[in-house]
């Protein structure tokens, strides 16, 4: 028996124009269309260009085309795109920032607490 809707178990998606608050963990993916307020633990995670997370967020992978505002971790990888923002703490396994993409706060390797080798309190902007 094939249920098309086991792909889509352990997945939460937040459509454009909604707004949730609260603490959630979602052993899937978390697609984040409209805003999510609070705290957030999943395997991966995509803000859409409209979206916004307001809190601290601790992912495997995570892809922001939107805004994050507070801290992120994503321990495997991270992707910033063009149109994605970072304001707070960011700690990555990886890191990938596409021209225009924008981080201010802090940016550090997770696991790697040397102030030596975080940003701290610094923009980074990759426009040409």
């Known amino acids: 028996m094939n249920d098309s809707t086991s792909d889509h178990k352990g997945n939460i998606i937040i459509g454009d124009g909604v707004t949730v608050n609260g603490s959630f963990t979602v052993p899937g993916k978390a697609m984040i269309n409209g805003s999510l307020q609070g705290e957030l633990v999943a395997d991966e995670l995509t803000i859409g260009p409209q979206g916004k997370v307001l809190g601290k967020v601790k992912v495997r992978k995570a892809d922001v085309h939107g805004e994050s505002h507070d801290s992120i971790t994503a321990s495997e990888y991270l992707i910033i795109r063009s149109s994605g923002q970072i304001h707070g703490t960011a700690s990555y396994g990886k890191i990938e ?26 923009s980074v902007r990759t426009d040409a």
């Not at 201010?104 to 997770?110: D, E, K, N």
């Open 97 to 122: 920032i596409e021209r225009g993409g924008l981080i201010t706060g802090s940016v550090s390797p997770c696991g790697d607490s040397s102030a030596a080798k975080a940003v701290q309190d610094k």
